[in-house]
């Protein structure tokens, strides 16, 4: 069965994303399910070396940028993307992420496409104290509140308090807003498996090795775990992010990674395998999240969550169901948190089958692909 009605002549779609990879892992299920509704799929991104510039019939474009691009890379870039969009005359213009969003529709604003803004989160420009962001938040929600007046762009949160926010700094049109939850779980790639019989309780993080995801506070839980004697593995999954500011360098996830009870494994390409081979999940994030992938495929393989009670992460973790919340910036509760759970298997297996139940029913891919497309449909149908 269709996913949305298929169009009655063909209509291109146009991504703006900032990462060919993060496309591949958080949009292309989407992606292929518009060609099969009858969209002709473009990706505009930065792309890796070798890459494969058509991929099952989504055909990507290359632009030369990264997320710590200065205003006049800035302006290049949207020239490229302006050349891109007259080449295509895209009915829709999908942009993904803050930077996309500013970079995406500038470049759009005087074509006939609709624009499509996906906010993934508010990341660090609307949750660090520090001067240089709070500015930057200044200018987004400057330059929304001016595209508003001149385009009224529909916008896609993935949580109601990120909506609320913009929503109260007058940047939205209330009757053009959806919140769809997250980017989607592929229930059937990433199935419910029973926790591992191993002795020894493995507690897994899987995202970026980034300050801001709280890395370094579960860190310092499993420190005072082992302080407790509380016999624990902490499997940290990710690279580093340069790019971001609040990248961890390589030299303390090493250092992390000698420590008996905590293992760094870098980059995986094979995800459900590290969730399958835990215990409980963690994700320590001190806020900008929009839902986290990673806690999304963690509870779809049926794993407790314990995460930081910031937005996004409420969106998946519900107390005393399936996981627990904790303050972020806060090692002793999180540790708190994680020794319950490690000495608690009958509570565990409770709240991992709720984690499933919770995905299959408000999260699956095949929802969120639904819900877009049904968008998709009203964004080119209205005037």
Not at 51 to 66: E, M, N
Request: charged fraction near 25%; glycine fraction near 6%; charge should be positive.
């Amino acid at each position: 069965m269709s996913l949305a009605m298929t169009p009655t002549h063909k209509r291109t779609l146009l991504f703006v994303v900032t990462e060919e990879w993060y496309f591949r892992s958080h949009r292309m299920d989407l992606a292929l399910a518009a060609l099969s509704a009858g969209y002709d799929v473009h990706v505009a991104c930065r792309t890796s070396s070798g890459v494969d510039l058509t991929d099952r019939g989504v055909r990507f474009h290359s632009i030369d940028w990264s997320r710590s691009d200065g205003m006049i890379k800035g302006l290049k870039s949207i020239t490229e993307l302006q050349r891109l969009i007259s080449k295509l005359q895209p009915d829709i213009v999908h942009n993904v992420s803050l930077k996309p969003i500013l970079l995406g529709s500038a470049a759009a604003v005087a074509s006939k496409a609709k624009i499509v803004n996906a906010v993934t989160g508010l990341g660090l420009a609307f949750s660090s104290k520090r001067l240089t962001y709070r500015l930057f938040a200044l200018v987004v929600v400057a330059f929304l509140s001016v595209l508003n007046l001149l385009k009224r762009p529909y916008f896609i949160f993935q949580n109601k308090e990120d909506r609320t926010r913009l929503d109260h700094l007058g940047s939205l049109t209330r009757d053009r807003v959806e919140v769809i939850r997250g980017s989607g779980v592929n229930t059937e790639a990433y199935r419910f498996r029973a926790e591992p019989d191993d002795d020894t309780v493995c507690v897994s993080v899987v995202c970026r090795m980034l300050y801001l995801k709280g890395v370094e506070d579960v860190v310092k839980a499993s420190e005072i775990l082992v302080s407790r004697g509380v016999s624990h593995l902490l499997l940290l999954t990710g690279a580093p992010d340069p790019e971001n500011p609040s990248s961890i360098d390589e030299d303390t996830l090493w250092s992390w990674n000698e420590r008996p009870q905590i293992c760094w494994q870098g980059h995986s390409e094979d995800v459900y395998s590290t969730l399958a081979k835990s215990h409980l999940s963690a994700l320590a994030s001190q806020g900008g999240e929009g839902v986290p992938k990673s806690l999304l495929e963690a509870a779809a393989v049926g794993r407790p969550l314990v995460a930081t009670d910031v937005p996004g992460n409420r969106e998946i973790v519900c107390p005393g169901v399936n996981g627990i919340l904790v303050p972020p910036h806060s090692p002793s509760k999180l540790a708190d948190a994680m020794e319950r759970l490690i000495k608690d298997p009958a509570l565990r297996r409770v709240y991992g089958r709720e984690s499933r139940k919770l995905v299959e029913s408000e999260f699956s891919s095949t929802i969120v692909k639904t819900q877009t497309l049904k968008l998709y449909e009203r964004v080119v149908q209205c005037r």
